[in-house]
């Protein structure tokens, strides 16, 4: 049984930043790729960042140059450094690891945490 587990959302101004986490902990042999998604509400889940195990990244167009993401192996746990945040930011943050496991590796998901950027 593996469980991804986000943290540290909350609410903020247009300009503040946040730093999100998502730890994972089960069963694990190991962890490829990292990621965060979000969902605003009515619309699709959009991409935001990813992370490989040796740390190479990629990102949104919407989030290059304002957001960061990082990851500690050790402790199975990927990060969200926001920057500069924007009202369209606002959004559902779920993180999403690639693990394997004792049976084939697959896309675990996070419940996911709530980020508002609001004056």
């Known amino acids: 049984q593996v469980q991804l587990v986000e943290s540290w959302g909350g609410e903020v101004q247009p300009g503040g930043s946040l730093r999100l986490s998502c730890a994972a902990s089960?069963?694990?042999?190991?962890?490829?790729?990292m990621a965060w998604y979000r969902q605003a509400p009515g619309k699709q889940r959009e991409f935001v960042a990813t992370?490989?195990?040796?740390?190479?990244?990629n990102y949104a167009d919407s989030v290059k140059g304002r957001f960061t993401i990082s990851r500690d192996n050790a402790k199975n746990t990927v990060y969200l450094q926001m920057n500069s945040l924007k009202p369209e930011d606002t959004a559902v943050y779920l993180c999403?690891?690639?693990?394997?496991?004792?049976?084939?590796?697959?896309?675990?998901w996070g419940q996911g945490t709530q980020v508002t950027v609001s004056s």
């Open positions: 089960g069963s694990i042999f190991s962890i490829y790729s």
């Open positions: 999403n690891a690639y693990i394997g496991t004792n049976l084939a590796p697959r896309d675990y």
């Open positions: 992370i490989t195990r040796d740390g190479s990244t």
